[in-house]
């Protein structure tokens, strides 16, 4: 494949997929999300059993693009929500089981992209957040319908509605991610429980995961089609436009209500 926008190493059983954009801390949109889809046709296709998902440099991914949604209309972010919605939920439809390895920020599509993954490994330097009510706007790829069942509504909720930034030693009591480690030790142990995988049966594993799912933890495709509709609603309202204005031009927003 000739990727621009990740890294992808195919393994004996297992695959390391790394978002290349350092750069730029990993922003996601639609040229990523795009590439992401294709890839994740590529190990369905090579029957991998379990990926290690992360980011290079100091981001695992710090969001969705800022700037591309500042130019969007209602429509325009509906069509960008459902792409992101679709995409991760290849990943958590995915046979394969996904293990990210989060190396730094994980902010807003970055930490919905980690909730889409089935398992969750940590940094010590990790942060969490979905920041996106300060920019007059909602999760709108998945976050609040994955949220709040990895790690309850009222968590989810404080999450959601304050914007704040958690730790990784937070996420790890909300019970967001399974381990918290050293920085160097993320990939080394992610990389560890990969090649575990990749030594059991694919066929069962991938129901296994199918199975946890149908216990109430997977998201309905149509759930995520609700979320869109409520993102281009944030769009679509002053405060939305006003919100994502003021990120782009580095000042606080100045919301009216409307």
Known sequence: ?????????????????????????????????LELEDILKVLKEEKIKAVVLTGQGKAFAAGADV??????????????????????????????????AVNGYA??????????????????????????????????????????????????????FTGQRFSAQEALEAGLVSRVLEPEQVILEATKLAEELAKKSGPILSLAKRAVAASGTGVNPAHGQQEASFFAKCLSTEDGREGLKAFVEKRSPVFKDR
């Open 67 to 100: 700037s591309a949604m500042a130019k969007m209309d209602g429509k325009e972010g509906e069509e960008f929500s459902l792409l992101g919605n679709r995409v991760f939920q290849m990943i958590e439809d995915h046979p394969a089981i996904f293990i990210a």
């Open 107 to 160: 902010l807003g599509g970055g930490c919905e992209l980690a909730l889409a993954c089935d398992l969750r490994l940590a940094s010590e330097k990790a942060a969490f957040g979905q920041p996106e009510i300060n920019l007059g706007i909602i999760p709108g790829f998945g976050g609040t319908q994955r949220l709040p069942r990895i790690v309850g509504a009222a968590k989810a909720k404080e999450w959601i």
């Open 1 to 33: 494949m000739n990727l621009q926008c990740f890294n992808l190493s195919l393994q004996d059983g297992w695959a390391l997929l790394e978002m290349a954009r350092p750069d730029r801390l990993n922003v996601l949109d639609e040229t990523v999300l």
